[in-house]
């Protein structure tokens, strides 16, 4: 088959001829129509993870179609439409993944920037019935972590108030989708203003540019305190979100790009009731309610960017320049 | 009535005759037996919070004897022994006090540091029966604290590890002794050896001095991770607490003696998936469950020192000193 392989870090994607996976007992073997970009291809790119082994296939998010069953798996599944759960031995525990068996598809196992991948059969899920394989393939990870986030861990509950930093990236949107289908009003921010428009044809309220020093108070103003604030930047700019919270408020980061928190104040934190809570992918059954809350709703994914399996580094790039709105795809058939 | 008055900021208290207060519709008057003092009574003293009020009888705490009832009460409430919820106008909402309506008994309103104070009845709570009244007034503000800390936030559960830090202190003790009769295992930290060695009488397992610049490493190396931290401190060495929680581990805190929280890596709040919740005091319900617990498990709260009513500013002393294991009580009757 024909895959993407990372040799080192550091270095571009090579698009070559490689062995096509083998299917081992209770996995199935899945042609892949459409994969998509994550920011973590990007950090694993440039070496900024601990384990890290070459070569490797990278990718975490696929959608395509069983073609092959191992052995123990029932073989009426080829055939089957499905998209893939990357989160791979979550263990036993909601609250939580196993902190030494957890793995994401995409490194160290090979992913899905190829013709065809190999995964342990409950992984595969059916691929929501509105979607095509290029608007699924943008789903998993992003989509199981924006659920996490807004439902496992910040307890969204219709008619609350919310607010999203940094409006663009794949999770922040799936984030702005399903609070807005889960009955919620939704701000964000930005440090562009195309990307606040786009937002608000979405269907966000309104939204704020960070790179006005006074954002927040401008934001206050305007929206009042926030129920629920999501964030995955952290860094100086942290501390307003507990002036923006309102008691009892939720805020939960998934991401922290700009660093560590400046200095907090415990006497905010507990005399708002507040709660910072952290979230990191899904779990299995996280997956599964993201993904009929997606059939539900009828939520259709934003893509960026549409590119050929061939040219996996022009995604790259896109990751590295950091200007998208939505996800970027890589389309694997031309057949959507 | 004899009274204790603060008449200013940074002014001792004055032990005086005063008017008894009446007992309008809907209130009772309680004839005290005793009362406790908590760090707020403190701070109020330094003049550390907004919108003080002088004169004032400061006490959050009080256990006593219905003896009058306004309009609206059933007199036959006449003789019942009571406890005091110190926790006014709550609000409607389990996740955060009213921020405009909520106000603690004691500050602006007159408390109980004093022979008799007047109650709406719905703050009166029957004396749980197994408790003097020297123990039951030093159970309401810092009982509810460590109740809605440990449970309501925290969510702790039997067979779960459980560290506090600064033991010695009213809430930190209640969560030390909740948290045994819920079945955790629990472990603790002090400046103090004399304080560690009598947590571990009390059920604790182990503990370490904070005074040890390795404590953290050396708690890790014994104990391993913990399910719940418990802490009031923040400060410089908020930071260890993130590596001495488990995955999925929460973090409450109900003070921040210690100031500002150094930098936070957000990484590590979502990578292992952590919660820090804030908590104050507890609502109706937290106190009423908080009740029902000290009253199924049969827990005497412990006390420090005991003082004569007209002594109050000895137990100033005491909480300016920072030395107590425990609660310091007013005994207003010499009759227990």
Known sequence: ???NILTGKNQPLIFQET????CKAGEVLVHLHASAFNRRDYWIQQGQYAGLKYPVIPGSDG???IVKTGE??????????????????????ESAQSPTRFRILGMPDNGTFAEYVSVPVEYTFERPSHLTHLQAAALPLAGVTAYRTLFSRANLTSGEKVLITGIGGGVALFTLQFA????AEVWVTSGSEEKIEKAKKLGAKSGVSY??????????????????????????????????AAFGGRIAIYGGTKGS???????KIFWKQLSILG?????????????????????????????????????????AQNTQFGKIILNHTGVL
């Open 1 to 3: 088959m024909k895959a």
């Open 180 to 183: 807005l289908a889960a009955g």
């Open 72 to 93: 123990g798996v029932n073989s009426a599944l080829e055939g089957t439409s499905v998209i893939i759960n990357p989160g791979f031995l979550w263990g036993e525990s």
């Open 279 to 319: 979230s990191t992918m899904g779990s299995p059954e996280d997956f599964r309610n993201m993904t009929a809350f997606v059939s539900t709703h009828k939520i259709i994914p934003v893509i960026d960017t549409e590119l050929p399996l061939s040219d996996a580094n022009e995604g790259m790039n896109r990751l």
């Open 211 to 244: 790179r006005n020093p006074e954002w927040a108070k401008s934001l206050l103003t305007e929206a009042g305190n926030f129920d629920v604030i999501i964030d995955s930047a952290g860094g100086e700019g942290f501390p307003d979100l507990l002036n923006l």
């Open 63 to 65: 959608s395509g179609v």
């Open 19 to 22: 062995e096509t996976p083998g």
């Open 261 to 267: 928190f400046a200095a907090l104040s415990p006497q």
